[in-house]
């Protein structure tokens, strides 16, 4: 191919109409791109679909040289290229997947100063050749995109983000701007520190995604909710389903395609040819629902996704913001929705104790997990709550579906006390633990064969909880788990157990509210869109 011709170098502002055919800049772009354009370091924080390419593109074809794109997402590089192609930009990259040469012909291009744009893989900077290559070229800038990967704190960490520092100490000279949509004080912190980006400028843009109605509800029967959700009010839409497991991933594709509804299934243990098939169908065609683990996502550019549903969830309030952000690109209204029940504390609670790592590591991964079930047990606006994390203040949004049905905060003392009496009284007088299950038959009375075996129709408590349906039980017991009122034991069986804090409930010393869910579903309702 012979290469596009060079585009002249210009304002950012005639850039943006010329070459991308936008009218204005968006939020802090502007400002970020002059910074940037004047040779300056940045650090971006911006959330998904809030337009953080740009903001090294355009500097890149303002300023002299390459732009030289660090980036983790190998599988979408080609994509990035093509479209900067369609639009005249000189873009090309070099990953692990290239023959000899087409690797050869990039960096002609590059040494021949015929590039504006070069992705690469951070794997590539760990060879020398990479280095030597970049030092014989001009570069405009650095671009470290999902910056985030650097930090050990959070979700996606990449071992090669570590060393991007020698970009700083090898090329102190040339520019850097990091980006993520993951703001977290922790995360933003790691990433200036391990970037060696102390001088750099910080820039943070709003957490806010007016345009998603945040939507968590207790989990009954997943797969009915989830074809509930489609059919009453996403019909024919695009959509994405998180599953933990790559089975449960399996069945609920075949569940919806059973039902006439057009779904693909995606998770790591699919082939590549098959995840590329079935990732390029869900980004070309309309109304494609995506079943997925959390392998699906990261950097996928599909603006008219209309809702992300969860079916387990997540580990983290940011995984849960990244994965609900895919929606609503465009900024019309869409729908994030959890399913969370009893059992995924229990379960998660148990993965955390069995990890791999140290004490330190299941720390982190606990005080992920407390992050989330506040946000799921909250009787308060989710958006405030989300944004709060995020270390942003809001007032109630009117869109998520404690403003639209606000749940009732109940007095749940009496309850607490005669679940954590019955856990104590089988630990103390029998010395046994059991789980949430066996906990509930003898609070409702019920004679099964576990009960009478065990003679807990005995127990004092036996019988005791009558007020309560099996169901609401399940809440109290998951919402007395979320608190720290009790925990699940490291048996491996999610036998539950006292925590240091139960005796105080026991004692009346302190009262429990809990969380009454609403019978009515959230109304569809939706802020306009930005
Ligand atoms: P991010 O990387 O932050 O998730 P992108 O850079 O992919 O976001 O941008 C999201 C979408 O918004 C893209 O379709 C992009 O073309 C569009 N976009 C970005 N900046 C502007 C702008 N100033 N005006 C109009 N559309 C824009
Ligand atoms: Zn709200």
């Known amino acids: 191919d012979a290469p596009a011709r060079p585009l002249a170098r210009s304002a950012p502002a005639e850039v943006l109409h010329r070459v ?12 970020i791109i002059d910074h940037v354009s004047s040779g300056g370091d940045a650090l971006v924080l911006m959330p998904t679909g809030g337009g953080k390419s740009l903001c090294y593109q355009i500097p890149a074809l303002v300023r002299r040289g390459t732009g030289i794109v660090i980036s983790p997402l190998i599988a979408l590089m080609q994509d990035q290229v093509d479209a900067l192609s369609a639009v005249g930009v000189r873009a090309a990259y070099l990953n692990s997947t290239q023959t000899p040469d087409a690797k050869a012909a990039v960096e002609r291009a590059y040494l021949a100063g015929e590039l504006d744009l070069l992705y690469l893989a951070p794997e590539r900077l760990r060879v020398q050749s990479t280095a030597a290559l970049l030092d014989r070229g001009e570069m405009a800038l650095f671009a470290i995109d999902e910056a985030h990967c650097v930090s050990q704190w959070g979700h996606d960490f990449r071992p090669d983000y570590l060393q991007l520092s020698v970009l700083h100490e090898r090329w102190p000279t040339v ?15 790691e990433i200036a520190q391990r970037l060696q980006l102390g001088e750099a400028k910080h820039f943070v843009a709003s957490f806010d995604r007016p345009n998603i109605q945040y939507r968590i509800a207790s989990k009954n029967s997943p797969q009915q909710q989830l074809l509930q959700l489609v059919r009453s009010e996403h019909d ?3 959509g994405i389903v998180y599953c933990l497991s790559r089975a449960s991933v399996e069945k609920t594709a075949q569940m919806l395609v059973d039902n006439g509804i057009p779904a693909l299934p995606y998770h790591a243990g699919l082939p590549a040819p098959v995840r590329a098939a079935n990732q390029s169908r869900f980004l070309r065609e309309d109304g494609i629902i995506m079943v997925a683990t959390i392998a699906f996502g990261m950097g996928i ?3 008219d996704v209309r809702f992300v549903a969860h079916l387990d969830l997540p580990k983290s309030v940011e ?13 019309l209204p869409s729908t994030a929705w959890l399913a969370y029940g009893l059992q995924d504390v229990v379960q998660q609670r148990r993965m955390i104790a069995d990890s791999e790592g140290d004490n330190a590591h299941r720390r982190k991964l606990s005080a992920h997990l407390d992050a989330m079930l506040a946000l799921c047990e909250t009787v308060e606006c989710r958006r405030v709550q989300l944004l709060a994390y995020f270390g942003e203040t809001s007032t109630a949004c009117g869109n998520c579906d404690t403003c639209l049905s606000p749940p009732e905060s109940i007095d749940g003392t009496i309850a607490a006390q005669k679940l954590l009496s019955t856990v104590v009284r089988l630990q103390r007088e029998r010395n046994q633990k059991f789980g949430a299950g ?10 099964t064969p576990r009960v009478e075996q065990n003679g807990h129709d005995n127990l004092s408590t036996f019988g005791i909880g009558g ?7 399940r809440g109290v017991v998951r919402q007395l788990l979320a608190q720290g009122l009790l925990q699940v034991n490291s048996d491996g069986f999610g036998t539950l157990v006292i ?15 809990l969380r009454r869910e609403p019978d009515r579903p959230a109304k569809k309702a939706s802020r306009t869109a930005r």
């Open 20 to 31: 991308f055919g936008y009218d204005e800049f968006r939020g802090n772009q502007a400002e």
């Open 175 to 189: 520019p850097r701007i990091a980006l993520t949509a993951t703001a977290t004080e922790q995360t933003h912190a």
């Open 236 to 238: 024919g839409d695009a």
């Open 301 to 303: 550019d599909k603006p």
């Open 319 to 331: 995984g849960y913001y990244q994965e609900t952000g895919r929606a609503g690109r465009d900024g």
């Open 438 to 447: 066996q906990l509930i038959d003898i609070l409702l009375g019920k004679r």
């Open 467 to 473: 007020e309560l349906s099996e169901p609401e039980w």
């Open 499 to 513: 925590t240091d804090d139960s005796a105080a409930v026991l004692s009346g010393a302190r009262k429990v509210s």
